[in-house]
C-alpha cells in the first residue's frame, strides 16, 4: 500500500510525478503529496485523492528537475494534511516518502524526543526521516551514509526516497519488503511502486532488491548493499505497453478488466494447453512434478480473492490428483507455528505478487524446507522471486482494486496444473484428461457469452441496489464462489454480504431470511445440483428473494427462482470461471448504480503491502 514516484533528469519532475502518481493511485488514496527541488525544498500535501492536490496548487512554484509524490493509505494517523507525505525534518533541508511500516518506531521517537524533536505529524515516517537528520548530524556523514545506518536500528517494512536540499540533483532510496522500481532513461531516472509511472518514458527498469540503497542521479544509478559494497544492477526489459494500464473507452478499469476476461483466459492458456496434443507445457512447474505428484500434502496459501481461488483449487486437486490439499490465509499461517513436513509443497496464489502476509508466509515455510510454487500476476515481484518455481497468470496489470481477471486467470493455471500433475500421476483417466483440456479451451469464448447478458444484469443491479444485506450460496466448486461474489458486494458496493456453503444455510443464516433479503445461489448443473435446487426451495418458503446463477436452459431452476443469471453449460470442475462473472458485473452495476467509485473503494488499496 501506498505509492510512490521519483523522477531527477532534464524534464519538469512535477508532470511526470503527478501522471506517475495517479497511474499507483490503486495502492492508497488517503492524501497525496509531492517534494520538488528548486532552489530548495517545496513541499505540497494533502488530505485526498491526487486531482485534490492538482486542483489546490495551481499557480504554486511547482518548477524543479527532481522530485519524489506519494500517495497514501493510512497506517500511522488517520488521513489528513499533516499526516500526508513527504514529510519533512525539523531542519526542512530532508523530505521523505514512505511505503511500509516501521514496527519500533515508538521506541526511536522517544530517543528522539528526549534529544528535543517535536512532531508534525503521527506518522511513523517523520519519526524515520528525523532520526537519519539527526544520525548525519552526529556523524557529520552525507544522506546515504545517514540512511545505511539509520537502517540498522530500523525493524519492519519500507521503501523510502529521500531528497536533500543539499545535494539537489539526487534521490536515495533504500527497500526491504515494499517493492520499488527504477527505471533507466537517457539521463534521467524514474522510481516508482511499481513501472506504470515510467513506462513511456523507458522499458529498462532495475527491481530494487531488499536490504539495497540505491543513489540516484540523472545520469547514474549505483546501487550498493547495507554494508556499503556496491551491486551491480541487473536491468531487465518490461514486457507491458501503455494501452494495457489505460480505460481504452470503459467508464472504470473493473468494468474493463471484467470484460477484458475472455483475452486474459486465452492469454493464459496460450502456449501451454494444447488440446490437439493432449499435453500442458508449463516448464516452471514441470521442474517440481516429481514433489508436487509425491507430495504428503499441498497447501495454498493467499488472501482476499487469491486466498478464494486456493479453495477452488483444493476441490480441483482433491478431485483430480489425490493429494490432500489445505487452503490457509497467509496472515493466519505466518504467525501459527505451523507444521511444515519434508514434501509438503506450498502453491502461494498472488495477483501483486507483493502481499506482505503472503510473502513472509513463504519465506518463513521456505526456510523449513518446503518447495514454494508461485501462481502470480505481476511478473518480477516479490513472491514471484521468492518462488522456486511456478506460473505467471498473464492476466496483464490489474488496476481496479477489486480483484476479477486476476482471480480467472488464477483459476484457469491452478486448473492446468492439476490436470498436468493428475495426467502424469495417473490419477486421471485420458478420456476425462481430454475432456477437461477441451473445456479449459472453451471458457474464453463461453466468457464473453457471459459478458454480452450485462443489460440484464445492470437491469437487476438497480432492482436490488438498496437492499441492506445479501446472502451468497453455492455448493462445491462454487461454494467459492460465492464467497467472491459477497466479497465483491461488499468491496465496491458498502453492502453487507456474506458468503455460504449452501447446505450450512440451515445451520444459522437461514434465520436471516425475509422477504427483504436477496440470497445469491450459485446453482449451475453440477454434481449436487439437485441438493442446490432444495436450497432455493427452502429460501422461497420462507419468502426470501432468490436470485440464482444457473446453467443455460435449466427452465425448471429458473422457474423457481425471482431472478436468474445465465451461463453456458460447462463441466463442474471449470464452470467456477464463468459463474463467477455475473456476480463481478452485479457487484460493479449495483457500485455504480449507488454512485460509488468502484476503482477506488473507501478504505481499501490494491496491493496489502503491510500486515
Ligand atoms: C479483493 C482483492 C483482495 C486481494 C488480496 C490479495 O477484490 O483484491 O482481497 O485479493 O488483497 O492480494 P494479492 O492477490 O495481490 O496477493
Known sequence: ?????????????????????????????????????????????????????????????LKGHTGIGHTRWATHGEPSDANAHPHQSASGKLAMIHNGIIENYT?????????????????????????????????????????????????????????????????????????????????????????????????????????????????????????????TPYVQKLDIELAAIEKGGYDHFMLKEIFEQPQTIFDCLRGRLDTTGGKITMSGIQQYAGQIMNANRILMIACGTSWHAGLVAEYIFEELCRINVEVEYASEFRYRNPVINPGDVIIAISQSGETADTLVAIENAKNQGAIILGVVNVVGSSIARASHGGAYTHAGPEIGVASTKAFTAQLAVLTMIALKIAHEKQTIDQERYLHLLNELSEIPEKVAWVLKTKEKIQQLAEKYKDARDFLYLGRGYNFPVALEGALKLKEISYIHAEGYPAAEMKHGPIALVDEHLPVVVVATKDTYHHKVVSNIQEIKARKGKVIAVISEGDTDTAAM?????????????????????????????????????VDKPRNLAKSVTVE
Open 561 to 597: 427462482c425471482d431472478d436468474v443469471l445465465i451461463v453456458p453449460e460447462a463441466d463442474e470442475i471449470v464452470a467456477p470461471m464463468l459463474s463467477v462473472v455475473p456476480l463481478q458485473l452485479l457487484a460493479y452495476y449495483i457500485g455504480v448504480a449507488k454512485g460509488y467509485d
Open 1 to 61: 500500500m501506498c505509492g510512490i514516484v521519483g523522477y531527477t533528469g532534464p524534464k519538469d519532475a512535477y508532470p511526470v510525478i503527478i501522471k506517475g502518481l495517479k497511474r499507483l493511485e490503486y495502492r492508497g488514496y488517503d492524501s497525496t503529496g509531492v517534494a520538488l527541488q528548486n532552489g530548495s525544498l517545496k513541499v505540497y500535501k494533502k488530505k485526498g485523492k491526487v486531482a485534490e492536490l492538482e486542483e489546490s496548487i495551481v499557480g504554486k512554484d
Open 107 to 231: 521506541q526511536l521517537k522517544q530517543e528522539l524526543i528526549n534529544k528535543g524533536y517535536q512532531f508534525k505529524s503521527e506518522t511513523d515516517t517523520e519519526v524515520l526521516l528525523n532520526f537519519i537528520e539527526e544520525i548525519k548530524k552526529n556523524n557529520h556523514c552525507n544522506l546515504e551514509e545517514a540512511v545505511r545506518i539509520a537502517l540498522k536500528r530500523v525493524t519492519g517494512a519500507y521503501v523510502i526516497l529521500l531528497l536533500d536540499a543539499e545535494e539537489p540533483e539526487t534521490i536515495i532510496a533504500a527497500r526491504k519488503g515494499s517493492p520499488l522500481v527504477i527505471g533507466i532513461g537517457k539521463g534521467e531516472h524514474f522510481l516508482g511502486s511499481d513501472a506504470s509511472p515510467m513506462l513511456e518514458y523507458t522499458k529498462e527498469v532495475v527491481y530494487v532488491n531488499d536490504y539495497e540503497l540505491a543513489i540516484v542521479k540523472p545520469d547514474e544509478l549505483i546501487l550498493k548493499n547495507l554494508g556499503n559494497e556496491k551491486i
